[in-house]
């Protein structure tokens, strides 16, 4: 401040032939002190004030400082009513922006609002969820901290423990402090305190080893000598925090060094500073100290000491941080002081145009100037106060490095200035950062480890929103981003991968040629119509033979062709549905089950019309025969085949994907489109199929050697036992097992009738030809004729 006071009274351009002074008092940072200099300074040189002193102009026209925030704001809720401006070179509190409390406060410190939102961004940009924090027991300390208590959390970042450095040393409050971060699983730690306040906590954190912590600094303590030092860069190594601007003051350090006790001999500083610098004394050789007598064994100084000649953090001007706010602060009030002094009468900006005297101004008429005040620095820096009397907030973000010596060098790795705006405000260079423990990777403090894709997190109950367990996902969702809050459905005809992070196609489900399954049913296809062919070909090579004869051989035959259709519809419902194939296969299936059971029961017709027509006046067999059979089939076909054509009309048979039984994969079948039509279907089926097993069952026992009777009773007997068993289990078995239940049933009545009605002919043909005779047929005649009798 002397520095700048003089380099502005050499200035033949600011304030000419003007003359700054100044008083110095210290605050000794304590609230009492600092209000009881302030009363003094805009008081006069007495520090005592009676309540008549009280009136007239204050003595000093202007206040530098305080440093401290809570001091600040004391000296200015005093001196406010007088509007004595005050210019802070230190004080950061948010607190003191509130223009309507604090009306003549300015300051070249910007304010903890952007700081605490410059910590939180550089927090959250490097990933870290869980953090501890520590607050010193002042309103720096505490609005610092709860300001970025509050962005980080809208940033999603959780807060492990906040504790508060007593402002009276307190060593338990300090272990207790200790132990909590020793325990605590965060390791990040978030420290908003002033030089002084940290220091305890640091020298214990170093007392104790604590290493293994990432300690971010706000401004006050990030360039602290005190703490930045090669004993506790074990504990602090990595730091890295937000710092005032440094500047190089070109002319400091030559002013500096031309301290000398000597010429100040009333300045107890400079003794002090001299004696610790040159380790000698200034005083007498022997000190009284209450009644102990307490000899000083120092050298003592003769005066030749230089300064010049010895490093001290005293004269090492590369770091000026804090020193450059004063310097910005001098020059401000120098500026508002010249606009001031500039002032032409019917031009001013005061009330009625006029202008202040520069000998004899108010407090605040000098306010009025500072809230104007706009310079540039030599350094091209512009100055100015924004409505709140708050600068423009910009930062240097520093790491600290060990030097080859073991002391702490401050490297710069980035710039916060809020100028720039959201998402441009945070410059940071991670290629410099060394983090704690000379790691060269960001550290990682998570309260619980990221959920990787395929899982959410989910909050642990008590416990922060950043504590979760990580669910996998249901089947069917997925997450493919890191800490995914949801799962995300699959669409309908998709579904999750084993690793729940992609949705894939669902398997299609089918009844497919290549399938096992698909294969048997197939070759039992084939089978069954080889088998039809092959007895048919029995059959017509041995047509002249009694047996063939005696059993209508046209109906076997049309029989036996509505048979070898029953076995081929069954390869219908094999294969990927189409349009086609779904009316194919439920049309054909339809068509040539009443054409066989149609068949059969005309055939036990034929057998009871045979019997009938043996009583005596009885004709019955010339109003059946051949072309009567033959058309009784065809017509009792054609009702089904009318059916299916009105089926197909309304709402015929078309193949579907179905999702409705298996999450995980897709039914590809034919959806029946009209289920009453497919009942009326099957229920035509059932009603001729018990029709000729009621006939055939009546007509069981009438003595032939080749009454088919029976043989269609067993038939009808497996076939409506196959039937009866499809139903429960068609709709029991989704999917490509109803299309294999059904094939089965046709398989298997279809084997039925053909194995009951036409193996007893063949077994007779092929293996005892001696009773495929008429006269063998006709010996059961003899039989049915003394039935009769009887």
């Known amino acids: 401040m002397i520095f700048a006071i003089q380099e502005i009274n050499k200035d033949k351009m600011l304030l000419p032939n003007i003359r700054l002074g100044y008083q110095i008092y210290d605050t000794c940072a304590t609230h009492t002190q600092s209000l009881r200099s302030a009363l003094a300074s805009a008081s006069g040189d007495n520090e005592e004030i009676t309540s008549h002193d009280c009136v007239g102009t204050s003595s000093v026209p202007v206040i530098v400082g305080d440093s401290g925030s809570t001091q600040s704001m004391i000296i200015q809720k005093t001196l406010g009513p007088f509007t004595i401006p005050m210019v802070s070179y230190f004080a950061s509190c948010a607190c003191l922006s509130h223009r309507n409390k604090f009306p003549a406060f300015f300051r070249t410190m910007p304010s903890d609002a952007y700081q605490a939102q410059g910590v939180a961004r550089l927090v959250h940009r490097f990933g870290w969820t869980w953090i501890g924090s520590i607050a010193g027991d002042d309103d720096y300390g505490q609005n610092g901290i709860q300001a970025f208590s509050d962005e980080v959390r809208k940033l999603g970042v959780c807060i492990a423990f906040t504790e508060v450095i007593p402002k009276v040393y307190s060593r338990r409050k300090i272990l207790q402090i200790t132990e909590t971060i020793k325990t605590s699983t965060a390791r990040v730690i978030v420290m908003f305190a002033i030089e002084g306040d940290a220091y305890p906590l640091i020298r214990e954190v170093v007392k104790q080893n604590i290493t293994g912590r990432q300690w971010i600094a706000s401004e006050a303590w990030v360039t602290s000598a005190l703490i930045a030092t090669s004993e506790n860069f074990l504990s602090l190594s990595g730091t890295i925090g937000f710092a005032i601007p440094r500047a190089e003051i070109p002319g400091l350090r030559n002013f500096l060094l031309q301290a000398h006790p000597f010429k100040t001999p009333n300045n107890v500083f400079m003794k002090e500073l001299w004696e610790t610098i040159f380790k000698c004394s200034l005083g007498t050789l022997g000190t009284i100290k209450g009644n102990n007598a307490s000899i000083d064994t120092r050298t003592q100084c003769t005066g030749s000491e230089d300064l010049n000649n010895t490093y001290s953090i005293y004269s090492d001007v590369s770091e000026l941080r804090v020193s450059y706010n004063v310097y910005k602060a001098i020059y401000a009030i120098a500026h508002a002081l010249h606009n001031l002094n500039s002032c032409k009468n019917g031009t001013g900006a005061l009330p009625n145009n006029t202008c202040a005297d520069i000998f004899n101004f108010k407090p605040w008429q000098l306010l009025h100037y500072l809230k104007e005040v706009r310079y540039t620095t030599k350094f ?328 088919e009777a029976k043989f269609i009773t067993f038939s009808m007997l497996i076939f ?23 094939i089965f049933a046709i398989l298997s009545s279809s084997f039925g009738l053909l194995i009951c009605i036409f193996a007893p002919k063949c077994y007779i043909i092929l293996l005892k030809p001696e009773k495929n005779t008429k006269r063998h047929l006709m010996g059961k005649t003899d039989q049915l004729k003394s039935y009769q009798r009887s």
């Open 380 to 707: 091209g820096e512009e100055i100015y106060f924004d409505e709140n009397g708050d600068p423009l907030a910009s930062y240097d973000i520093i790491n600290w490095h060990r030097k080859a010596d073991g002391s702490i060098k401050y490297v710069h790795v980035g710039r916060f200035d809020a100028a720039l705006g959201l998402g441009h405000d945070l410059l940071v260079n991670e290629g410099n950062i060394i983090w704690h423990n000379n790691q060269s990777t960001v550290p990682r403090s998570l309260c619980t480890e990221s959920c990787p894709p395929g899982t959410r997190k989910a909050v642990q109950n008590g416990q922060p929103v950043c504590c979760s367990d990580c669910l996998p996902c249901p089947d069917g969702e997925i997450s493919n981003e890191t800490d995914s809050l949801n799962c995300i459905p699959c669409a309908l005809e998709y579904w999750s991968n084993p690793q729940r992070n992609e949705c894939i196609p669902k398997e299609i489900e089918f009844l497919s040629f290549e399938d096992a399954m698909g294969i048997t049913l197939t070759t039992v296809s084939l089978l069954g119509t080889a088998s039809t062919v092959a007895v048919a070909g029995v059959l017509w090579y041995y047509r002249k033979t009694p047996i063939v004869r005696a059993n209508n051989s046209e109906l076997s035959f049309l029989l036996l062709f509505s048979l070898m259709l029953c076995f081929l519809c069954s390869l219908t419902f094999i294969g990927q549905p189409s349009a086609w194939s779904c009316t194919l296969r439920h049309t054909l299936f339809g068509v040539s089950f009443v054409l066989c059971i149609s068949c059969v029961l005309a055939k036990t017709l034929v057998v009871l019309m045979a019997f009938q027509a043996t009583l005596p006046n009885n004709n019955l067999m010339k109003w059946f025969g051949t072309l009567q059979q033959i058309l009784s089939v065809l017509l009792c076909t054609v009702v089904q085949v009318a059916i299916c054509v009105v089926w197909l009309i309304v709402s015929s048979p078309f193949p579907v994907k179905q999702t409705k039984y298996y999450k995980e994969k897709i039914i590809f079948e034919c959806d029946l489109g009209s289920v009453t039509a497919f009942c009326c279907v099957l229920g035509y089926i059932g009603f001729l199929s018990c029709m000729s097993f009621v006939l055939a069952f009546l007509a069981r026992k009438l003595p032939d050697n080749f009454n």
């Open 720 to 742: 409506c036992a196959v039937w009866l068993t499809f139903i429960p289990a068609y709709v029991s078995s989704p999917g490509k097992y109803t299309v294999a239940v059904e």
